[in-house]
């Protein structure tokens, strides 16, 4: 969206490239750094004075290295260290209470703005807008990404760019012109009328949350691995209303098993990737999804989450191929 809007813009942090790495490729500073940073890099991190920065979200992850939620949200919240404007989700409570006194903030949230600054939604009939204030922006449907958490993501990467002046127009058609990242509910195939997708990187519950909730269809969904000392149970009420099926795979199928009992639907245990992709695709009918998005980090069984994805994409392409997993 920087980028579109004519600036030059370097993306680095968390996402990589490593934002050292970033800055011995480049021959002179870019106009504005883009950074993802995690709570692991916000530890060590004491005079970063964003421009403006934003906290999407504060939901159960990394509970094995912080001794609980408030640990893990003080973390989060040093992205708001100096004088930059904070962009806050007033839809997440531990996000909304990182408001420091002084300074300049823009909400967003999936309902409609309270102020002038303020990005939110509204429903007319069948249509989302994208608000800022009483300002119309764009319809959700003009997104090539699907799901709620998408919109709230648009709206959240819209109040950060305007916070900086930047120009609207060329916003919009940044966002109109994006097809989401890799290994992030990333399409990979439809095979005899279900679809594939590699969520990979939907390594906490919360992300896995979003994912099943904004696919907008039924889904036997892939979870397991490293849970990292989460609290699984969550999960429970999204997969009752939203899953087909959950096959279980990793260290903590069986604590996930666990949490999830009672909700009503089938829950297969695999011992590897293949076993899941062919447990999920014979669970799954014509319309719906089979959705890898595990909750879990992937060290138990994998490289890294990019490995994890690999492999799941080679069980799929089997399929394709009509070969047996």
């Not at 939901?59 to 260290?81: N, P, V």
């Not at 906490?204 to 907008?216: D, F």
């Amino acid at each position: 969206m920087c980028a579109a809007a004519g600036l030059d813009t370097q993306v680095a942090g968390n996402i990589s490239p490593a934002v050292l790495d970033a800055l011995r490729a480049r021959t002179q500073q870019p106009q504005v750094w883009v950074l993802e940073l995690s709570s692991f890099q916000l530890e060590t991190t004491a005079t970063l004075d964003a421009d403006a920065a934003a906290v999407l979200n504060v939901t159960e992850d990394h509970l094995d290295r912080y001794a609980g939620m408030d640990g893990y949200a003080a973390a989060k919240a040093r992205i708001f260290q100096g004088r930059g404007v904070q962009v806050l989700n007033r839809d997440d409570a531990r996000s909304a209470a990182m408001k420091l006194a002084g300074r300049r903030q823009f909400s967003f949230g999936l309902n409609p703005p309270p102020g002038a600054n303020d990005w939110g939604i509204i429903r007319e009939g069948a249509h989302i807008w994208l608000m800022q204030g009483a300002r119309k922006i764009m319809r959700a449907d003009e997104l090539r990404v699907s799901g709620l958490h998408n919109v709230a993501n648009a709206l959240a990467a819209l109040a950060l760019c305007r916070s900086l002046g930047l120009p609207l127009a060329p916003l919009l058609s940044a966002l109109r012109a994006f097809k989401g990242l890799p290994h992030r509910v990333e399409r990979v195939a439809e095979i005899n009328g279900v679809t594939f997708y590699d969520d990979s990187k939907g390594t906490n519950v919360g992300a896995t949350e979003a994912a099943l909730k904004g696919l907008g269809k039924p889904a036997v969904i892939i979870l397991g691995g490293d849970g990292k000392g989460q609290d699984f149970t969550p999960l429970r009420a999204a997969v009752a209303q939203y899953a087909r099926a959950a096959v279980l795979v990793g260290r903590d199928a069986l604590l996930i098993g666990q949490a999830l009992a009672g909700c009503g639907k089938p829950l297969l245990h695999a011992r590897d990737m293949d076993e899941a992709v062919a447990l999920a695709a014979a669970q799954a009918q014509r319309g719906d999804a089979v959705l890898l998005s595990p909750a879990c980090a992937s060290f138990d069984m994998y490289r890294n989450y990019l490995h994890r994805a690999e492999r799941f994409v080679a069980a799929v392409r089997k399929r394709q191929a009509g070969s047996p997993c």
